[in-house]
Nanobody
Framework: HVQLVESGGGLVQAGGSLRLSCAAS????????MGWYHQALGKQRELVAT???????NYADSVKGRFTISRDNAKNTVYLQMNSLKPEDTAVYYC??????????WGQGTQVTVSS
C-alpha cells in the first residue's frame, strides 16, 4: 500500500506561481507513474501531468508551457511547478501514484485558487 500527502496549495493572483509537493510513503518501491490531477467544482477529475520512474513526462494541453512536473525518486516525492496561473486553473489538485500492477493511490487533495 502507498500513502500520499500533498502540500503547497493556496490562493494566488492570476499570473502568479505555486509549487505543489507530494510525498509518498509505504510500498514506494512498487510505484511506477506519479502524477497530478485536478477537479474543479462540478466537473470530473482530469489529468494535469504525469511522470514515470525514468522521468518521461506527459501534460494536458491546457498546462503545456506553464506547468512542470518533476520527481525525486530518492525522496519519493513528486512536484508540480505551476507558473502563469489562470483563474481556470482553480481546482482541487490530487496527487496520484500508480504501481506496476496498475493500482491507483490518491492523496487527500489540496485546493488551488487563482483570483482574477
Amino acid at each position: 500500500h502507498v500513502q500520499l500527502v500533498e502540500s503547497g496549495g493556496g490562493l494566488v493572483q492570476a499570473g502568479g506561481s505555486l509549487r505543489l509537493s507530494c510525498a509518498a510513503s509505504g510500498d514506494t518501491f512498487s510505484v511506477n507513474v506519479m502524477g497530478w490531477y485536478h477537479q474543479a467544482l462540478g466537473k470530473q477529475r482530469e489529468l494535469v501531468a504525469t511522470i514515470t520512474r525514468r522521468g518521461s513526462t506527459n501534460y494536458a494541453d491546457s498546462v503545456k508551457g506553464r506547468f512542470t512536473i518533476s520527481r525525486d525518486n530518492a525522496k519519493n516525492t513528486v512536484y508540480l511547478q505551476m507558473n502563469s496561473l489562470k483563474p481556470e486553473d482553480t481546482a482541487v489538485y490530487y496527487c496520484n501514484a500508480r504501481d506496476f500492477g496498475n493500482v491507483d493511490y490518491w492523496g487527500q487533495g489540496t485546493q488551488v485558487t487563482v483570483s482574477s
